[in-house]
């Protein structure tokens, strides 16, 4: 009894100082510009090098929150979050069952299905922009050559065509991270399960739902909740893609757009905690939503 | 007999079937690119879909200069450091929030999730004033202590899962013969969980690797900057021009590492709990 | 914890790091370290400022270190601010867009104090007045670029054309029938005209220029009116719109510069706007409309118009946090000597900034086309940049997002001057 007592004082020590480290370091890295986020989100702030900053309270907030544009902006992200995110998570599924089964030839799927994630965004965005260039591009190209399409289309000039574009390319983009993560996760299910299954007759659907997806849940939880907050945020693909536009803006582009563009550290910080809160609300849905709990 | 036998063709075929699609699906675009970055410039935009002409070109002029090789090695030790403390301060935090009595696990957990809660733009100026503060700016250091805020929260948190996942009576019977905690975790538990630190040590590397945003902004001189950064510059006479053979050249040797690093350690991403560790 | 080894690990790792090769770009001496940020030196124009730099700390007996700025001019600005907010004394010279006066104006030296007035006499006077922020003169020019309207002689030729259209309605003649005529050729790409349609600093040149040239005004007068909602810069609007489509694709309204040019170099468009650096490459060895194509300044909108050029180009400012502002002032007036602005237009093709040296033999014996440039700089309208200062970026995003908006379908030209002018009044309140 003493002995077990031992143990779990020794443990809880431990644990101490195994967590405290990691702490400090999220607490160094992120703790100031948090605070900077949170103080300038008050304050009337231009970079303009002349005019002092002035305490406005939430006036930067209101203005924000009457924009039209800033929620044309969410409404696109949450479009983009969704389907990319839905997409991923099924596809990522299947690419990892796919990989995780014994084949001649895996090893060369797995280090394909890892390249779109490898190559840099602003390259690979700049790639599919080309690609579906209305002129030259090859998908274009493709298309009216097999006379699938009766002329070439602008893909990228309205959102109808654009947006679903960009989705694709998201979806070629970070299926491998979530294939990736999703691997390892089937790999914590011990084969034997599978072969009991098999001994009870049960058939490949059956395995999937009542082995395999229960066990993968966790990871794919994890992996879901990382994917969606870099939905939430996402910049790149969209700036490369479509760049100005204003009815294709994301919440990053706008905070973006007011924090160096409009020189608004003001209204540019009010933004950001916006869109924090925002991403705060979608983990707190998740906390809900996910039965794995961590006390 | 004859039917199952079919049957079983066909799966085959079809799985076969998928497979294909999924490698060219994945791999279009970048075969696309490697063929863009051997034809000349001036055929780049044709509508031809076979270029007529191949060269060289693009690829000497980026081997030619230093600063890309420099890139390469400065992104190689800013992402290797990365990865490195990543997964050493991850997994063993992990560890403690997997396995060992902690009351505040989920508070932890969410603190460290919220390092990803914000849009790089927003957090830049303050970075950059705190690592003037530190002395950090343009340094390696700077650099992969800005890195941790993408890596650090997704180890730990897929980590943390790793963990809880392994089955308790490895544990148990390590302690029954007198085994420290330390001990349980490095001789038993971390080999257990390879397959979580390879996969997410490639995805951190690969991470920190193709960053643009905290690279730009953070580094200053040639010796420092890694090569993303390097290529942003890639320019002809004028800004205006954008060189896309050379970048698109560019972007193909970068990209060479990483395929080798997935090469290396693609075995150890599926290991699985079979072989002996719990039936022993 | 992290163990011994890491620490170790990562110690032995910064050494080796530091073992680097140092500045690829210092030249030593005594004196004073001078650092300056400018273009990528991957690029010819950076390997030409960046020897010429040298060549000036040689002579000068001081040190010079080169900073690389990005390509891309958003990540340049987004990468200057950070220096210029912490007020950094990191770099004492800055390359600086000609729109970025505004915003620069804070951080940068009176450069009145270093040049005479007879020296500033010798600079195009629009550039001068762009570039001077309530009496301070915050840069100096160092090249410019204006839009000019490229022609393929050979097309023209065959359809029976003598000359380059002096009109916007001419222009869109000749486009339309080389256009049908090309197609029923069987090149089912052929595009009459291309520009710089997309959202961004590109089509507020485009779109500038069209309403300049159709007497509209340039948004906002110098003199702070706002003057966008007039019937000629909705004529010169609605002019605009009637080519997407017509003579030019639909996809034009994402094309910035590079996108415009491959579609005009791999042969497949009759007229294109661009900056003049796409000559060059049009006329490069390789290329398929080498000498092929002309230029000339753009047409004019209708008999009562004027010739408009949007006026672009990089200058060099001192940094106001500069521990040697005048050491940093001699580098600036070395880099943009009669002298080397003659070298860099013949080595690089760049327009010079005295109107003078547009007339040397030597320029005119290696650009020939460059003789028909002092009209066009005659001609230039300077984005409102000044007049905004830091606002000047919501103006014109305001600005792109409506007229790209215009292009695509979206709006009439009516309710695009309207949004842009509800902007513009609310800036200069």
């Known amino acids: ?295 | 007999m004859k039917e199952e036998d079919t049957k079983t063709i066909l799966l085959r075929v079809l799985f076969y079937l998928l497979v294909l699609v999924i490698l060219v699906f994945n791999l279009f675009p970048f075969v696309y690119a490697v063929v863009s970055s051997f034809r000349p410039s001036s055929d780049l935009f044709s509508t031809d879909l076979f270029p007529k002409a191949l060269t060289l070109d693009h690829y000497n002029q980026v081997f030619k200069d230093p600063r890309f090789v420099a890139g390469l090695i400065n992104s190689i030790i800013v992402a290797g450091c990365t990865v490195l403390i990543s997964l050493a301060l991850g997994s063993l935090c992990a560890y403690a929030l997997g396995r060992l009595p902690f009351r505040f696990k989920g508070p932890v957990l969410y603190l460290v999730l919220t390092m990803t809660m914000f849009p790089q733009i927003s957090v830049l100026s303050g970075l950059f004033v705190m690592l003037k503060a530190l002395n950090l700016f343009n340094s390696r250091q700077g650099l992969i202590l800005t890195y941790l805020i993408f890596t650090l929260p997704f180890t730990i948190w897929v980590m943390t899962q790793y963990f809880r996942s392994l089955p308790r009576e490895l544990e148990e019977a390590a302690y029954v013969d007198g085994a420290a905690p330390l001990e349980v975790f490095w001789k038993i538990l971390l080999p257990l969980t390879v397959p979580g630190l390879v996969s997410t040590g490639l995805l951190a590397f690969i991470a920190a690797w193709n960053e643009f945003l905290f690279a730009l902004t953070f580094t200053v001189t040639d010796t420092m900057k890694t090569v993303p950064v390097v290529i942003s510059q890639f320019s002809g006479a004028t800004s205006f021009e954008q060189p896309w053979g050379s970048i698109m050249a560019a972007s193909m040797v970068v990209t060479v590492p990483l395929v080798i690093l997935v090469m290396i350690f693609q075995y150890r991403i599926v290991a699985g709990l079979t072989a002996g560790a719990v039936k022993g | 914890m992290i163990s011994p080894k890491k620490i170790l690990k990562r110690y032995l790792l910064r050494c080796v790091g530091s073992l680097f090769l140092i500045s690829l770009a210092t030249s030593t001496g005594f004196g004073v370290t001078i650092r300056c940020a400018l273009d990528s030196d991957v690029g010819e124009g950076g390997r030409f400022s960046k020897a010429l730099a040298l060549e000036w700390a040689k002579k000068t007996g001081n040190t010079l270190e080169y900073i690389s700025r990005p390509n891309d001019a958003t990540a340049t600005l987004q990468q200057f601010q950070q220096y210029w907010a912490a007020k950094s004394p990191d770099v004492d010279v800055y390359m600086i867009d000609v729109i970025w006066q505004g915003i620069a104006n804070p951080h940068a030296v009176d450069l009145k104090k270093f040049y005479t007035e007879d020296e500033i006499k010798q600079f195009f006077p629009a550039i001068i007045q762009n570039n001077t922020v309530n009496g301070k003169l915050v840069s100096i020019p160092w090249f410019t670029d204006a839009g000019i309207l490229y022609y393929r002689t050979d097309l023209l030729e065959k359809y029976g054309y003598k000359e380059p259209p002096k009109t916007w309605e001419e222009l869109t003649e000749m486009a339309k029938k080389i256009q049908d005529g090309e197609r029923k050729e069987g090149k089912k790409d052929f595009q009459g005209f291309v520009f710089q349609g997309k959202a961004s600093e590109s089509v507020t040149c485009n779109a500038l220029e069209w309403i300049y040239s159709f007497g509209g005004g340039s948004i906002i007068e110098p003199d702070k009116k706002v003057t966008i909602n007039n019937p000629n810069a909705i004529k010169a609007l609605q002019t605009a719109k009637s080519w997407v489509g017509a003579i030019s694709p639909p996809g034009v309204v994402t094309y910035s510069e590079e996108e415009a040019r491959n579609v005009w170099q791999a042969g497949n468009a009759a007229f294109m706007r661009n900056w003049p650096y796409a000559y060059a490459l049009g006329q490069a060895p390789k290329s398929v409309i080498a000498g092929k194509f002309d230029v000339t300044v753009l047409p004019m909108g209708g008999a009562n118009g004027k010739h408009a050029a949007c006026l672009g180009g990089w200058q060099l400012m001192v940094s106001a946090y500069s521990k040697a502002p005048d050491v940093a002032a001699d580098l600036v007036k070395f880099l943009n000597s009669a002298d080397e602005q003659k070298r860099r237009a013949i080595e690089l093709s760049q327009f010079p900034v005295m109107p003078a040296i547009y007339s040397d033999p030597d320029v005119l014996a290696k650009n020939p086309w460059f003789a028909k440039i002092p009209d066009v700089l005659k001609n230039a309208v300077a984005r409102p940049s000044t007049v905004t200062g830091a606002d000047y970026n919501q103006l014109s995003t305001a600005f792109f997002q409506n007229v790209n908006k215009m292009l695509s379908g979206g709006q009439s030209p009516q309710d695009t001057v309207q949004q842009v002018e509800k902007v513009a009044k609310r800036l200069m309140r």
Not at chain 1, 141 to 148: D, G, W, Y
């Open chain 1, 1 to 295: 009894m003493a002995r077990e007592i031992d143990l779990m004082e020794r443990q809880r020590r431990l644990a101490w100082f195994l967590i405290v480290p990691a702490v400090i370091v999220v607490l160094l890295v992120i703790g100031y510009p948090l605070i900077q986020v949170l103080v300038y989100s008050v304050l009337k702030y231009k970079l303009d090098g002349v005019t002092p900053p002035s305490f406005v309270g939430l006036g930067n907030y209101l203005f924000i929150l009457t924009d039209s544009d800033f929620w044309r902006a969410v409404a696109v992200t949450l479009i983009f979050t969704f389907f990319s995110v839905t997409l991923e998570a099924v596809l990522g599924l299947s690419v990892a069952m796919v990989a995780n089964s014994k084949f001649k030839g895996r090893s060369i799927l797995r280090v394909a299905i890892l390249i779109p994630w490898a190559i840099p965004t602003v390259v690979s965005s700049k790639i599919w922009a080309w690609m579906f260039n209305d002129i030259y591009g090859v998908v274009n190209v493709l298309l009216t050559n097999l006379h699938l399409i009766p002329q070439k289309i602008a893909f990228l000039a309205t959102p109808i065509t654009a947006i679903p574009v960009i989705i694709a390319v998201d979806v070629w983009k970070t299926t491998p991270f979530m294939a990736l993560l999703l691997l390892a996760g089937l790999g914590l299910i011990p084969s034997d399960l599978y072969e009991a299954a098999a001994i009870d007759g049960a058939t490949a659907v059956k395995a999937f739902f009542s082995v395999t997806l229960p066990l993968v849940m966790p990871t794919l939880l994890v992996a879901l909740i990382f994917r969606t907050l870099d939905a939430l945020r996402v910049f790149d693909i969209f700036y490369v893609m479509v760049g100005g536009q204003g009815n294709m803006a994301t919440m990053a582009i706008y905070n973006q757009q007011w924090l160096v563009s409009f020189l608004d550290a003001g209204i540019g910080s009010a933004a950001s905690v916006i869109i924090l809160i925002f991403i705060m609300i979608f983990v707190i849905l998740y906390t809900r939503f996910s039965k794995t709990s961590f006390q």
